[in-house]
């Protein structure tokens, strides 16, 4: 399971990468979005998947899942949430501002894509 | 904190008052405020000569960085104090002297002397220190104010273009000798000389004993400009006379001098010293002067030949390290190279000093220094004629000048190169004493031309942008002072002898006197019919011939072109590294956000590869994997399908719609990974973004009918499926490790009720056992939705064309 996470890691890392390269801005933003989710799994699967209970106090339980990792990853996902909020309103006055959501021609350089 | 630091220090004391006088007494001359600092130096001074003439030294130790090494040792030994009264001795009198060259009224005078006594600070500083990191510290301190000054008017484009120069080259000397000093500390463990003197032997022995002398010997050579390191000086001329006659020829450019003597007990047993040290001394001396003889402005002549002086005193150093492969003193005769050292190094002062002072005499009586317009200034200018005609005489090694004495010396020095069997001088060492003489030939020619085409001959004062008169006599007291001494140093030679000289020598080869033996000194005039005898003759008759003849072999200069000259070399190297980073500059930095991206990528990549290969970190660990269920197989592939669609999805929409889908399933994996709260927060959050996306684009006007596919590119794909390919490699090594160390986690686990009476492990942990990260992912938070409100709320300056 582990592997088959990382390899799903992967290439969520992949596309994001790929779409932030790319020249439109909401192209980059939909990248940021994906590779938090990456970061996410990455996290969680670095610690092992699925080696005990839900880490809720049970009467009966010994064995929990890592608590730390989800609450790491608690954070990280209302963190990513506020920036991706922040880059969307961004890019939406630049587009507004600007008339282009082309980074090349927000330098004010003709799109040579 | 001594007297004798507070001594050190005085200058920099006095240059931040010097604004302030300069501003509340218009009606003096600052310069009379500033001549006390020197004056009174130059006493307290003095008063360490009985000290350091009956061999001993003074040491005073003000701890500064005493964890590093570094202190602020003050160190007066003979050489130390020699040079302190040099730079205390002249600069008094150079201080005296600029008060009559630069006028009060439209001089910037507080920048000029401000500057003049950081470097005197800097120089005392220099000197004086036995920590070679706090000498180190004023040598760049001499760096600064000697661009500071030599860019003094800095309105002249040449003034700046000499600055930079002198910056240029003696800062790259000051870092390389950074490097040897620390190499020396490396290898000896202390910053303190003395103490590196005390077990050179061992140094000797070290791998970095190589490195580190030639790294220091750059520092000296290009502050002292040596061959091929001269070509700032010349430049440095721009600078207002009294500075030439005090930075350019009698202190600063002494300090590498000082560097070799000072540092000659360490690296002097190595006959590579020898060789370099000797080496670039003799070729400085005959190239410097050499080239004095085709310049047309008086302190052109006057640069070159302090080039070649310089060489001079460096080649007697560098052979007078011979002396110590000879175990007695009597019979040693390469003890004279470095006594002649020493004593020429004192003469030059003096002669070098009041001839700079003529120059800026006939500079400012006569509105020039080119020797082609001057001329017949002998009857007009009496005094300064004599000046020049005892500096010029005395530079030439005419008797009965001090300048007679030190170059038979010398000469002396250079002959016994021949009885020398050390390190093949018996072979090479022929050119020694050749270059010797055809340098003193060339040394007299021009110093016939500073006065011969300045005083006399056909005068043409039409050529000249003022009216000639004689000097006023404030300006000719320092010159004067100067020219007594070199008179009273030709006949009382002796007088210095044990008072300076010994001293110095002592400190430059402590090793010498055996047990019970001194270091003697006894200078005369006549030796007998010696070979350094005819040799002076030599050079007088070839001198005096070739200057009658000056007109017909002068060509000889023209045959280098420009372009192979070492100033061409600088001016090429300076545009060729100015428009070169310029254009590598340009070439990675182009302004877009892919570009510096790619560059992160890339590293990203390449780091993480690299250490994961180098730690031999990645390793397939099978035996803990959770096992898969068919569903999570399928979400799994719902998830891979969603992100690489987003790459090829045409519009905004299925775009978004496929980042949704990517992110509950995300959710849902969340649920398979007994999350609860993860999936509770995700699918939360991401109903959340998908609306904020629908909002944001709901908004947007026509513009995504046309939008097209993103278009393929290969050198994006590669890197992004390097970075894959990176993670997922990251991914499995972690997990295949993590069990290789205890985990931090049980703490929280098995504290959880106890410590926080809680239930839920992620809660407590967010809200109690790191609370405050969660605090500040609240102020992130809040800090977002201010920046969203404001920009929500701003409404710029539109576009005219929309």
């Known amino acids: ?113 | 904190m001594s007297l004798l630091h507070l001594a050190i220090l005085l200058p920099f004391i006095a240059a931040v008052i010097v604004p302030f006088l300069f501003k509340g007494f218009r009606s003096i001359h600052t310069g009379w405020f500033v001549l006390l600092v020197p004056l009174a130096l130059f006493i307290y001074f003095i008063q360490y000569m009985p000290v350091t003439s009956s061999g001993q030294t003074v040491s005073k130790t003000f701890e500064w960085i005493p964890s590093l090494g570094i202190n602020f040792t003050a160190y007066v030994d003979g050489l130390g104090l020699l040079f302190a009264l040099l730079i205390t001795g002249i600069g008094s009198l150079v201080v005296l002297y600029s008060i009559y060259y630069l006028a009060k009224e439209k001089e910037a005078l507080h920048n000029f002397y401000v500057y003049l006594l950081m470097f005197m600070g800097a120089m005392l500083g220099v000197v004086l220190s036995d920590n070679l990191i706090v000498l180190y510290m004023f040598w760049e301190f001499t760096s600064i104010s000697s661009f500071l000054l030599i860019g003094y008017w800095y309105d002249k484009e040449r003034s700046r273009y000499g600055a930079q120069k002198s910056m240029l080259i003696t800062v790259f000397g000051g870092l390389s000798m950074l490097g040897g000093i620390v190499l020396l500390y490396i290898m000896g463990g202390t910053f303190s000389i003395r103490e590196l003197i005390g077990m050179s032997g061992e140094l000797m022995a070290d791998p970095l004993f190589l490195f580190a002398m030639i790294l220091i010997l750059l520092g000296a050579f290009t502050k002292s400009a040596q061959f091929p390191f001269h070509v700032w000086l010349p430049d440095a001329m721009e600078a207002p006379t009294p500075v030439s006659a005090y930075l350019h020829s009698a202190t600063m450019v002494k300090a590498g001098i000082y560097l070799v003597a000072r540092m000659s007990p360490v690296f002097a047993e190595s006959g590579v010293w020898l060789w370099l040290v000797a080496g670039f001394g003799i070729f400085t001396l005959f190239w410097g002067s050499f080239n004095a003889v085709k310049q047309t402005d008086l302190k052109g002549i006057l640069a070159f030949s302090t080039v070649s002086q310089l060489g001079l005193i460096m080649s007697l150093l560098g052979l007078g390290a011979a002396a110590l492969h000879f175990d007695t003193l009597d019979e040693n005769m390469y003890m004279t190279a470095t006594i002649a050292a020493v004593f020429h190094l004192i003469n030059h002062a003096t002669f070098k000093g009041s001839l700079f002072m003529m120059a800026g005499i006939v500079d400012h009586e006569t509105g020039t220094r080119d020797i082609r317009k001057l001329g017949g200034l002998v009857n007009l200018m009496p005094i300064t004629f004599t000046i020049a005609i005892i500096g010029s005489f005395s530079m030439a090694g005419l008797p009965p000048f001090n300048g007679f004495l030190s170059k038979e010396m010398f000469l002396t020095g250079m002959i016994s190169v021949f009885e020398l069997d050390l390190f093949n001088l018996n072979t090479w060492g022929i050119l020694f004493p050749v270059l010797a003489w055809i340098a003193s030939v060339f040394t007299f020619i021009y110093s016939i031309m500073l006065v011969f085409k300045t005083f006399l001959g056909k005068p043409q004062f039409d050529k000249l942008p003022k009216k000639p008169h004689e000097a006023p006599i404030g300006m000719l007291i320092s010159p004067l002072v100067l020219v007594t001494l070199v008179v009273v140093f030709g006949f009382f030679p002796n007088l210095l002898s044990n008072t300076m000289i010994k001293p110095a020598v002592e400190a430059i080869l402590p090793s010498l006197p055996a047990a019970g033996q001194e270091v003697y000194v006894d200078i005369y005039f006549w030796h007998g019919f010696t070979p350094e005898l005819f040799m002076t003759l030599g050079i007088i008759l070839t001198g005096t011939l070739m200057y009658a003849t000056l007109a017909k072999w002068q060509g000889v200069y023209n045959r280098i072109p420009e372009r192979f000259t070492i100033n061409g070399f600088y001016d090429r190297g300076l545009d060729g590294s100015e428009s070169g980073s310029f254009k590598l500059n340009e070439f990675f930095m182009t302004g877009y956000m892919r570009s510096y991206l790619i560059y992160i990528f890339a590293f990203f990549v390449a780091i993480l590869l690299s250490t994961l290969t180098v730690s031999d970190a990645f390793v397939i660990d099978t035996s803990n994997l959770a096992e898969i269920r068919i569903y999570e197989v399928v979400l799994a592939i719902v998830l891979i399908a969603g992100a690489i669609t987003i790459l090829f999805a045409k519009s905004r929409l299925t775009s978004i719609v496929l980042l949704g889908v990517v992110g509950y399933s995300v959710a849902l994996f969340f649920v398979f990974f007994r999350a609860p709260d993860l999936a509770l927060t995700q699918l939360v959050i991401e109903t959340v973004s998908v609306a904020l996306f629908l909002l944001c684009f709901y908004h947007l006007p026509e513009i995504s009918r046309k939008e097209e596919r993103m278009k393929f590119k290969m050198g994006n794909a590669v890197i992004s499926i390097l970075v894959g390919l990176t993670v997922t490699l990251i991914g499995i090594a972690s997990f295949s490790n993590s069990q290789s160390f205890e985990s931090i986690s049980q703490y929280h686990i098995d504290n959880v009720y106890e410590l926080a009476a809680g239930g839920n492990m992620v809660n407590v942990i967010l809200v109690d056992f790191r609370g405050f990260d969660t605090l500040f992912e609240i102020c992130v938070l809040g800090i977002a939705a201010l920046g969203i409100y404001a920009m929500v709320n701003f409404r710029g300056v539109r576009r005219e064309k929309r």
């Open chain 1, 1 to 113: 399971m582990e592997i088959l996470m990382s390899i799903v890691v992967g290439i969520l890392f992949m596309s994001a990468v790929y779409l932030i390269l790319s020249k439109s801005l909401l192209r980059v933003i939909i990248g940021t979005a994906l590779l938090s989710h990456g970061a996410h799994l990455l996290l969680l699967t670095m610690s092992g998947l699925k080696t005990g209970a839900a880490p809720v106090l049970t009467d009966g339980v010994e064995s929990y899942t890592d608590p730390l990792p989800q609450a790491l990853v608690l954070t990280a996902i209302v963190i990513s949430f506020g920036v991706t909020a922040f880059f969307l309103v961004l890019a939406y006055r630049a587009y507004q501002e600007l008339g282009t959501d082309n980074m090349e021609e927000m330098k004010g350089n003709e799109s040579n894509d």
